[in-house]
T-cell receptor, first 107, second 114 residues
Framework: AQRVTQPEKLLSVFKGAPVELKCNYS??????LFWYVQYSRQRLQLLLR?????SIKGFTADLNKGETSFHLKKPFAQEEDSAMYYC?????????WGAGTKLIIKP | ETGVTQTPRHLVMGMTNKKSLKCEQH?????MYWYKQSAKKPLELMFV???????ENNSVPSRFSPECPNSSHLFLHLHTLQPEDSALYLC?????????????FGQGTRLTVV
């Protein structure tokens, strides 16, 4: 069955430290994966998608088919990165979502 | 307001009430979605409409009834809900359902069933 797992409900790091938000997936085909973000009092919005191979707000995510992972990384965290982060997998024309990780950046 | 707008933002209803959630998008998108977000659980897709026709129904109880009168509006009619239906209900839209392009979300309706 298709599934997205975000093992950490909460991740707290200091400003300037590296950040890695983990996402693992279960999917039999060729996956398309996304990261969405929700800042405080704002709506859920797309951060990046793996097919674009882009860096948004300093974040990158590489698809690792061998490890079935799509971890989100940033080398130096900033306070404004504090938010909820959701990993999502495209499956049969709909998105399968992880439960989300709350990222807190401490000053 | 541009983007996806949901009303009301908060709703408290009794188990015998009938209420409706409204979603509006002026992005020219062809697909609209209802999601349920319960505490500490993944978003659950409830309904998908593409070009005003329902294309997915993920085994949602009949006490939830969607309506899409035109490409800009989506409703979720609620009746005889249960306390476990209390959640954040999110509406989203995307340019096209099949291509699954970027989803744009509303701010949600926080529903409490008492």
């Amino acid at each position: 069955a298709q599934r997205v797992t975000q093992p950490e409900k909460l991740l707290s790091v200091f400003k300037g430290a590296p950040v890695e938000l983990k996402c693992n997936y279960s999917y039999s085909g060729s996956p398309e994966l996304f990261w969405y973000v929700q800042y405080s009092r704002q709506r859920l919005q797309l951060l990046l998608r793996h097919i674009s191979r882009e860096s948004i707000k300093g974040f990158t995510a590489d698809l690792n088919k061998g490890e079935t992972s799509f971890h989100l990384k940033k080398p130096f965290a900033q306070e404004e990165d504090s938010a909820m982060y959701y990993c999502a997998l495209k499956s049969n024309y709909q998105l399968i979502w992880g439960a989300g990780t709350k990222l807190i950046i401490k000053p | 307001e541009t983007g996806v707008t949901q009303t009301p933002r908060h709703l408290v209803m009794g188990m015998t009430n009938k209420k409706s959630l409204k979603c509006e998008q002026h992005l020219g998108h062809n697909a609209m979605y209802w999601y349920k977000q319960s505490a500490k659980k993944p978003l659950e897709l409830m309904f998908v409409y593409s070009l005003e026709e329902r294309v997915e129904n993920n085994s949602v109880p009949s006490r939830f009834s969607p309506e899409c009168p035109n490409s800009s509006h989506l409703f979720l009619h609620l009746h005889t809900l249960q306390p476990e239906d209390s959640a954040l209900y999110l509406c989203a839209s995307s340019q096209d359902w099949l291509e699954n392009t970027e989803a744009f979300f509303g701010q949600g309706t926080r529903l409490t069933v008492v």
